[in-house]
């Protein structure tokens, strides 16, 4: 069983940074992708970024790209969201998941393992 626990969500101002942390139990990190989602009130969840298994290639969501970098330590078993220039729409619970691949994918049915998730708020 995979467990994955995100960490370091919190309340920003728009314009700031926050960056978020992911680490996975188990021995097969380094075999997968992962892949960031969100969920803001009232919406349904959509995917943010991912990752391939050896960190090389990436995904992003038009909403995000150039202010999001996805990145991961495989000796540590953790991937890393790093957020800057945040806006109020970005506001919402990330997720953190486990692709059932070795390359990053955009569906959600393709990931099998999720975090717990942490919110995320950003002010105006």
């Known amino acids: 069983q995979v467990q994955l626990v995100e960490s370091g969500g919190g309340l920003v101002q728009a314009g700031g940074s926050l960056r978020l942390s992911c680490a996975a139990s188990?021995?097969?990190?380094?075999?997968?992708?992962m892949g960031w989602f969100r969920q803001a009130p009232g919406k349904e969840r959509e995917f943010v970024t991912a990752i391939g298994k050896s960190g090389i290639s990436t995904l992003y969501a038009n909403s995000v790209k150039g202010r999001f970098t996805v990145s991961r330590d495989n000796a540590k078993n953790t991937v890393y969201l790093q957020m800057n220039s945040l806006k109020p729409e970005d506001t919402a619970v990330y997720y953190c998941a486990r692709s059932m691949r070795t390359y990053g994918s955009t569906f959600a049915r393709e990931y099998n393992y999720w975090g717990q998730g942490t919110q995320v708020t950003v002010s105006s």
């Open positions: 188990g021995r097969t990190f380094s075999s997968y992708a």
